[in-house]
């Protein structure tokens, strides 16, 4: 079983920063494609951003283009969500999932694995 454990959330104003962090156990990261989701209240989950395993090749969701920005430290098994000029809209419960796949995917129903999520405030 893939353990992935989410953290870095909390509650930040408008404008701020957070960096969230996915650390692996069990397995190494490197091969598998990882992607970040959030879920707000009376929401669907959604993409927020995908990591390749091969290329490390990137997308984004629209929403949060030129805001966020993911990367994998494959030395600590770890991929990052670094997310700068936050908005009330980003408010949400932020999961990391994995998939036996090369390419990216910011479709929540392409991923088996998931963290337990880790919540992320945007408030004054």
């Known amino acids: 079983q893939l353990q992935l454990v989410e953290s870095g959330g909390g509650l930040v104003q408008p404008g701020g920063s957070l960096r969230l962090s996915c650390a692996a156990s069990?397995?190494?990261?490197?091969?598998?494609?990882i992607g970040w989701f959030r879920q707000a209240p009376g929401k669907e989950r959604e993409g927020v951003s995908c990591?390749?395993?091969?290329?490390?090749?990137?997308n984004y969701a629209d929403s949060v283009k030129g805001r966020f920005t993911i990367s994998r430290d494959n030395a600590k098994n770890t991929v990052y969500l670094q997310m700068n000029s936050l908005k009330p809209e980003d408010t949400a419960v932020y999961y990391c999932a994995a998939r036996t796949a090369y390419y990216c995917s910011i479709v929540p129903l392409d991923f088996s694995s998931w963290g337990q999520g880790t919540q992320v405030t945007v408030s004054s």
């Open positions: 069990r397995f190494t990261l490197d091969y598998y494609a």
């Open positions: 990591i390749s395993s091969s290329t490390g090749s990137t």
